[in-house]
């Protein structure tokens, strides 16, 4: 009984949504959506983490994970840093696993009716290609947008794997369900003592993680280069196809918000790899050194096009990479070897960007 008054009153103070783990459903148009649980616990009613939907909004700001805040709370998410700057009124559409097609059914059904002035996509180079591509090929809705021949795409990338024990399961339903479960082992306290910890020891556990430590330029951090290095290979055909749908999207999306009196921006956030790179590339004491060389020369391949094509489309981009980059030193990533995601630091420093752009802009 005491354990449930403390999860009750605890809602009463913090928002459920800077705690919680989302709960995604399944949707035949955008892959997955947020449950009713999950809206019920702090997100708007359009199933965005907002305190509300408003009547119209100066700003849009539409992304992934990194647009909703991953490892942040709602206030520290770089569209919140965005509107305190700004003094506009900023609505944030980002949700975790969203890609390109998710971006553009969301401006074209839901942006607009906001009648923004500005519209800003947050695209992660991380796996927005990727998740062009598996939306493309796995869901119907999106046939429309294939090249190549037809094939069995798993889209489902909101699905967790079974968990190996009892115990992992209870740990899940907790994250999802128990804001002081997170407040106790995953708070600003124990889970940067515990994050540290991991960090240190990652690559003893695992040889997917390598880690990085500069105590005089107070880094220490963790990779996980393998996986972001498969999406974003620029001899894989999926990859391209996917950087194909995207750029197209990216172009109608401009449209669409040039229709609607609005300017349509892209912000470009790199991989944590392309933050480091000073300090990753070609060092041979790492492990997975070479796995993070090809990263970084795909990386930067891919940049290189999709700068391109903004400039050729004339969409106007803000490249959030020299910002980050001058403010490593700043402790900007979760403090986790498996979460690689800003910290409000990093938000904040996303946020900045955007925002010194939009203002040199106007």
Known sequence: MALLLGEVGVRFVVNPSDYLTVEMVKDEVLGAVPSNDAIAGGFDSWGFRNRRVPDNSDIVA??????YGNMARMEDAWPSVLERLSRQRVYNMGMGGYGPNQYFYLLETKAIKLRPKTIVVGLYMGDDFENAFLITYGLDRWAFLRALPEEKVNFDIWEDPPA?????????????????????FH?????????????RHAPQVSERVTTLSIPEKNVLEAFLPSNILRRLDQESESVLEGMRITFKLLAQMNEISRQHGAQFVVA????KEMVFAEYLEHNSNLPLSKV????????????SKTFEFLKRSQILYIDTLPALRASLSKELYARSPTDMHPNRNGYRVIGEAVFEKLKGNN
Do not use: C, F, M
């Open 292 to 303: 993070i060389d090809r990263l970084l020369s795909n990386e930067r391949l891919a940049r």
């Open 268 to 271: 470009v956030i790199p991989t």
């Open 187 to 199: 708070g600003p306290v124990l889970g940067r003592i515990q994050g540290d910890v991991r960090i």
């Open 164 to 184: 190996p024990t009892w115990h992992k399961n209870i740990r899940g339903w907790l994250s999802r369900n128990s804001v002081v479960y997170q407040l106790i």
């Open 62 to 67: 539409i992304g992934d994970s990194h647009t």
